[in-house]
Every structure is written in C-alpha cells, then in structure tokens.
C-alpha cells in the first residue's frame, strides 16, 4: 500500500501536489499537498504561510546556515535523546516541518529504519544535513500530512509547530498517520519567547508613534498545549518548558498578517534603546530569551498501561508526607 495520498500534478504552487520524485544522494523528493490558502478552512488566519515558506527558503541558502542554526541544532539533538530514551526501534518515522533535518542527524539506522521528513520549503529539503538513515524528503504543510492512517511509528517535531494556522488540526493529523502505540515528540517555541524585544518594540512604537502594532508572532500558552494535545487524541501526556537565552537567519522572522511592513529608524533606534536599559546584562550584553516546550503523545493501543480504577488507592496523599519517618523508622527497627 503506498504512503502517500495520490494527489494531482502541479507546478505552479508550492507546496506542490504532485511533484515528480527526484533523487538527491541518499534523499528522494516525493509530493505533499496543502491548502491553496495555506489554512485549514476554520482555522484562524493568524499566518502568511507563503511567506514563511519564502523565509525558510531564503534562510536555507545561506552560505553558512549553521552559524544560525545553533538553537535548532540543539533542540533537535534533545528530541533525539528523547527517542533513544525509548526502549523500542521504530520501523518506519516522520519528522513534520524539518527544516534541514536537525533531528534525523542526530538519530542511527539501528533507531529508525527509514525517516520521511516533511516541510513547505524545498530548498530547506535540498540543503539537508547529512544522515546514515535512508530518508525520504516530501514537500508538503504541517496542517496538511499527505499520509495514510496508521503508518508511523514515530512522528517528530522541531521548532516549527508554532507557525501553523491551526495547531489542533496539525496535531490531530499527527495522531491520524500514527499507528496505535505510536509515540509523538515534538518541541516548539510558546509562552514568554522573546518577551524582552516585543516588550522593548511596544515601549517605544508607542512613545514615537502613538500606538503599535506586533512585530513578534503570538506563542501558546503551556496549559492550553497539553489540552489540545489531549483533545487531539493523545494520552499519557508529558508537556515541559526549558528557556534558553538571530531569528531572521534561522528563517524565524514574524510572518503574521497583521504585521506592520515597515518600522521607522527611529523606532528601531529608540527600541534598541530601551532594550539596552531593561535588559542589559553587566558584562553589556543582552539576552534573548526562548521558552521552548517539549511534548511526548501516545496513540491509544490495548497495549498500554491503564490507570487504576478511581478508589482503588489504598494509601492517601496526605501520608505522603510521612513517608520519610516511616523509613527512618523502618531503618531502627533493623
């Protein structure tokens, strides 16, 4: 049975439908499919996904992308000791959004037998990162997986979530192409990410403007990921925040629609100002800081360890706290 959803041929917008597979070393390109808005039809239009998709493109042709790429190149080696951390080999895994593969790399052919990474920029999929993994690179929208019910069992995930228009459809797609007992891990920025500059941008847009408008994309909030992954279909959740302290290189710059096209020297200037202000730090630099939340999801098999039956305990949470004396006291009678 193939993989992919047979789709119609088209070369006139990207992602394409039905790009002719075309092979790159190791790599082959096959077709994905997408909305021609770049949204599922509910979903909030917060994005300008064609642009995203230009900024990725152009940040992948850069020279030395590495130099940039530093942050992705970490999250994505944790989302690898995340599935080393799994005591099982996975026949057949997806990564969603992949840029250049920062997370295959840092993965074995002992791990995952083949690797399908998907992304909307096809020059993000040519310049892949080296990897002993026979991959296949598809060209296709985290909302829009070309993919069969239950065919991975493995899907992943770097940075790249928290571009999506509609984050619960891109997670239950996610869900729909696992297979029963197939694990989710993913990472993507939230909460208070780069709070310091989309602080320091409104202090003074509104001081020499008047008012402002966001020049930093909006972020999801921790408690209302570990609910959309639930209500995706997931269970045995495990949701947790790390912070970290160059976006426009790593092809992170502000795609929404409601962005404001032009910021006045002035502004910037004065933006930079207050920056250097309130966040100085005392050797002279500034930081920048990054929340990044880390996701692991199951999809439901018979398999799987259930919970207890609600009043089954036999010993409350209040004794909890006595534990230690009770050892203590254990330890004595020896």
Known sequence: MPLLTPLRFSWRRLPAAGVPVKNLGLRTVASGASSPSGASPKAFNIFDRDLKRKQKNWAARQPEPMKFDYLKEEV????ADRVYDIARDFHL??????????????????????????????????NALETEIPTVSVLADEEFLPF?????????????????NDLP???????????????????????DTLFELRCSLQLAETEREGGFSPHVSPFT??????????????????VVFAESSQTSRMGESNCAWNRRALLHRDTMLAAAAVYREMYRNE?????????????????????????AERGSATVSFGELGKINDLMSQGKKSQ
Request: glycine share 12%.
């Open 76 to 79: 994505g080696s944790r989302i």
């Open 93 to 126: 895994a997806l990564d969603v959004g992949c840029g250049r593969g920062y997370i295959a790399e840092h993965l074995n052919k002992e791990t995952v037998g083949k690797f399908f990474q998907t992304d909307i920029a096809e020059n993000a999929l040519k």
């Open 148 to 164: 069969r019910e239950n065919t991975f069992d493995l899907v992943v995930s770097s940075l790249s979530l928290h571009w999506v």
């Open 169 to 191: 459809r891109a997670l239950e797609q996610i869900h729909y192409v696992l297979k029963p007992d197939g694990v989710f891990i993913g990472a993507m920025f939230g909460g």
């Open 221 to 238: 909030a921790v408690n209302d990921l570990g609910h959309l992954l639930g209500r995706a279909g997931f269970n045995t959740l495990t």
């Open 283 to 307: 050797d002279g630099s500034v930081p920048a800081t990054y929340q990044i939340y880390y996701m692991i999801g199951w999809k439901y098999h018979d398999s799987q360890a259930k919970p």
